[in-house]
């Protein structure tokens, strides 16, 4: 590991807590990682050995982290062998764990309304940022969230009335509104309760109902396959707002040692080529689309 990351990036062989199977091939994976769950931060990720076969890692977001009892939580999907030797494994099995890494999302006070966009494998890290933000009451987060394939949680309907939301539009996270954080659901799938559409379309809808006072305090922070950032980054152009997103590349080292996963960016000194792994994978939208 690069001496620029040593005391913030850690390596431990991690326990697993606990391994809960949802509908298409998603899992949500708890492990003992203490130093790791100490440091993670909203956005931050975890590189892990999935099996001692495969000598690649595989970065995963962080979804939760408990520094207390030491413990983080990461949700996945299925693509290829990697995760598939991941989901065999059960409580008790011991992966190793690098993390955290990357570059979090920054919120800023003078913008308390922040609104969350995660899809499909991209809530991780919006429920983090929630559950961070839900300890602060000067913000106001609202979180959406879009899933073409069944949500990786129960979705039940929300009684928390949110102004703006399409007639309909019900279906909540119940983790989130325990935490009192108002959440809504969009699918082309027709899932009960869901908004029927892509999650920036919903999110359009919401944006569209606001007032210039409260544009003002919006600010986005995003998490989902390119195109829908691409479009998240379109929506914060239209309404003028701040706007956060978290990048996915192809990753081999994801300490910044092997320059495998740059992407171009926009800079105040023109195009520069950044490290997702270490320099993002949060990144300003404005400068990367
Ligand atoms: C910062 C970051 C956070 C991520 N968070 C999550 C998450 O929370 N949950 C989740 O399910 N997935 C997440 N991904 C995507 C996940 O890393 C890939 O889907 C996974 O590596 C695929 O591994 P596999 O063994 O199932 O597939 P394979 O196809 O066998 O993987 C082959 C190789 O390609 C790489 N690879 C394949 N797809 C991707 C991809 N989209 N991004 C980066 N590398 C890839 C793998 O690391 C591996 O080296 C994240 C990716 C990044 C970069
Ligand atoms: S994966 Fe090696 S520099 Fe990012």
Known sequence: MSTAHRG??????????????????????????????????????AHLTCDVTIPMRRPLSIMRADATAGWIEILYKIVGAGLHALAAKKAGDRVSVLGPIGKPFTVHRQRPRALLLGGGVGIPPMVFLAERLKEDRSYKPLVLMGSEVPFPFR??????VIAGMP????????????WGVPSRLASRADFAGCYSGFVTELAA????????????EVEICACGPTPMLRATAQLARKFS????VSLEEFMACAVGG????????????????????????????????
Do not use: N
């Not at 809808?205 to 003002?216: F, H, Q, R």
């Open 8 to 45: 913030t990036i850690f390596l431990e062989e991690a326990r697993i807590l606990s391994q809960l199977a949802y509908d298409a091939e998603q899992f949500v994976i708890r492990l003992a990682a203490p130093k790791c769950a100490a440091h993670a931060q909203p956005g931050s990720f």
């Open 155 to 160: 979705t039940r309907p929300s009684a928390t």
């Open 167 to 178: 007639a309909g539009t019900l279906a909540c996270m119940p983790l989130l509104e325990e």
């Open 205 to 216: 809808e919401w944006l569209g109902s606001l007032g210039p006072k409260e544009l003002a």
């Open 241 to 244: 707002v701040p706007c956060q």
């Open 258 to 289: 092997c320059a495998g996963c740059t992407v171009e960016v926009r800079t105040p000194d023109g195009p520069a080529m950044k490290r997702v792994c270490v320099d993002g994978p949060v990144f300003d939208a404005y400068a990367v689309f």
